[in-house]
């Protein structure tokens, strides 16, 4: 079975500061890698995705993620953050020709002025 | 604009009685979900639908029920089986092939007491 560890339940970091989100999935199979970004009370959103190609992921808001095959990884990050990027952070991984995500746990971001 | 819409916002319920979750989308999207979030443990699968009149159950199915009678909606029944109702409901939406994200509502709180 597919599983998405995210190592990290809280990260706190102050503005401006670099912040990385981890990810680790398990598969046997390809996978398709997201992340997503989740705002007080509402949805997730899409930041940003992995299909094929390139490792380096950029995605909105200044985000960007890694694709580490070897490592089976898939880290998010931003070299500075705002006060606004405070929020609940998901990976999620599809594995090819399959229809069902499988979420991490989350990682809850608060950023600190 | 196109988008999903989940009501209500916030649900209240005795024990022991069913209650039904709202999800309608005009994004014409073929497939849909329910997605059950709780703390720490990141979105667990529901129940998906990946045309009209089709649904398959997901990772922790039991206790709820779904119907889609029509492309735009697909209502979720918390049913007095389910054993721990308390959570907070997301639906989302994605035109199905592995390119196109999921787009969420905003989600339903809902506390059974």
């Known amino acids: 079975a597919q599983s998405v560890t995210q190592l990290d339940s809280q990260v706190p970091v102050f503005e401006e500061a670099p912040v990385e989100l981890r990810c680790n999935y398990s598969s046997s199979v390809s996978v398709y890698l997201f992340w997503y970004v989740q705002y007080p009370n509402q949805g997730l959103q899409l930041l940003l995705k992995?299909?094929?190609?390139?490792?380096l992921v950029k995605g909105i808001n200044g985000f960007e993620a890694e694709f580490n095959k070897s490592q089976t990884s898939f880290h998010l990050r931003k070299p500075s953050v705002h006060i606004s990027d405070t929020a609940e952070y998901f990976c999620a991984a599809l594995k090819a020709a399959g229809n069902k995500l499988t979420f991490g746990g989350g990682t809850r971001v608060l950023v600190k002025p | 604009d196109g988008g999903i819409t989940q009501s209500p916002k916030y649900l209240f319920r005795k024990e022991g009685q069913n209650v039904t979750l709202s999800c309608e989308q005009n994004?014409?999207?073929?497939?849909m979900y329910w997605y059950r979030q709780d703390p720490g443990q990141g979105l667990r699968l529901i129940y998906y639908s990946q045309i009209v009149n089709d649904f398959q159950k997901g990772d922790i199915a039991e206790g709820y029920s779904v119907s889609r009678e029509k492309k735009e909606s697909f209502p979720l029944t918390v049913t007095s089986a389910q054993k721990n109702p308390t959570a907070f409901y997301l639906c989302?939406?994605?035109?199905?092939?592995?390119?196109?994200?999921?787009?969420f509502g905003n989600g339903t709180r809902l506390t059974v007491t």
């Open positions: 989302a939406s994605t035109q199905g092939d592995y390119n196109s994200p999921l787009h």
């Open positions: 994004l014409n999207h073929d497939a």
């Open positions: 992995y299909l094929s190609g390139s490792t």
